[in-house]
C-alpha cells in the first residue's frame, strides 16, 4: 500500500494510476488523514475496452442505412419553411 498526500498526489498522477494498474493501493490523505483510495480495477471488470465494440458499430451502420431518405425535392422543402 502507497500512502501519498494529496498535493504530492497531483504531481506523481501518472505514476500512481500506473502502480495502482500494477496491483498497489494508493491511498491518499489530507493533513495525514486518509481520504481516498486508488485501487485497480477488478479482474474482468468492464472498462472502456471492455466488450465488443465491432458488432455494435456494424449494427449502427445497418440500421443507418435502413434510413436513407426517399427522393424530395429541395424547392418545394424551401419554399414550404419561407412564410406567404
Known amino acids: 500500500m502507497i500512502t501519498v498526500g494529496l498535493f504530492e498526489a497531483?504531481?506523481?498522477l501518472g505514476?500512481?494510476?500506473q502502480a495502482a494498474a500494477d496491483g498497489?493501493?494508493?491511498v491518499l490523505t489530507r493533513r495525514g488523514r486518509p481520504l481516498a483510495e486508488i485501487r485497480p480495477l477488478a479482474s474482468?471488470?468492464?472498462g472502456p475496452e471492455a466488450g465488443p465494440v465491432q458488432?455494435?458499430?456494424d449494427e449502427l451502420r445497418r440500421w443507418r442505412?435502413?434510413?436513407r431518405p426517399g427522393p424530395?425535392?429541395?424547392a418545394a422543402l424551401?419554399?414550404?419553411g419561407r412564410p406567404s
Do not use: S, T
Open 44 to 46: 474482468g471488470a468492464e
Open 10 to 12: 497531483k504531481a506523481q
Open 55 to 57: 458488432p455494435a458499430i
Open 72 to 74: 424530395f425535392d429541395i
Open 24 to 26: 498497489e493501493v494508493v
Open 65 to 67: 442505412a435502413r434510413l
Open 78 to 80: 424551401v419554399n414550404e
Open 15 to 17: 505514476q500512481l494510476a
